[in-house]
T-cell receptor, first 110, second 114 residues
């Protein structure tokens, strides 16, 4: 079946550090891949997405590349800020639903 | 251009009472999804509805939970005879087509059962 596995948190980094949050997936067919972010007390917001192999999604300095050969969609940012502290969810979309990973909590220290 | 609206934002119920959670999808969206998020956990899919139809309810508990999305008005998630274990954040999302596009999430309803 379809599933998403992402690295467990919490991840704690200093401001301006490089961020990687790993995400791998198992899917039949050709899913879309997403990263969502949830700030404290809020709902999820789409951060970026990719709809086919080798696509790169990017937004707010975050990037992720759809790698079919490694079934991965790792999230990266070159220089994190305190305001990036949140929970990040990797997800895959099939015909009728989105399947979410368990989320990775990110803490950025000033 | 209003996003997905959910109300109430916070709901407190005593054990045995009923909880009704409402979701108005984004304008033009006809697909609605409900998710439950327990503290420190990810999102669990509950149900997927289109107007007047339940498409997938594989994540819904067999008893006490029901959902509808009538032709007019918001989608409703109804929990009868609530128990403490129902305390969670319930999120609604909507999409204009299938999940190949994206789902837009509401702010959630935080249910507390005393």
């Amino acid at each position: 079946g379809n599933s998403v596995t992402q690295m467990e948190g919490p991840v704690t980094l200093s401001e301006e550090a490089f961020l990687t949050i790993n995400c791998t997936y198992t899917a039949t067919g050709y899913p879309s891949l997403f990263w969502y972010v949830q700030y404290p007390g809020e709902g999820l917001q789409l951060l970026l997405k990719a709809t086919k192999a080798d696509d790169k999604g990017s937004n707010k300095g975050f990037e992720a590349t759809y790698r079919k050969e490694t079934t991965s969609f790792h999230l990266e940012k070159g220089s994190v800020q305190v305001s990036d502290s949140a929970v990040y969810f990797c997800a895959l979309g099939t015909d009728d639903k989105i399947i979410f990973g368990k989320g990775t909590r990110l803490h950025i220290l000033p | 251009n209003a996003g997905v609206m959910q109300n109430p934002r916070h709901l407190v119920r005593r054990r045995g009472q009923e909880a009704r959670l409402r979701c108005s999808p984004m304008k033009g969206h006809s697909h609605v999804y409900w998710y439950r998020q327990l503290p420190e956990e990810g999102l669990k899919f509950m149900v997927y509805l289109q107007k007047e139809n339940i498409i997938d309810e594989s994540g819904m508990p067999k008893e006490r939970f029901s959902a509808e999305f009538p032709k007019e008005g918001p989608s409703i998630l109804r929990i009868q005879q609530v128990v403490r274990g129902d305390s969670a954040a319930y999120f609604c999302a909507s999409s204009g087509d299938s999940s190949y596009n994206e789902q837009f999430f509401g702010p959630g309803t935080r249910l507390t059962v005393l």
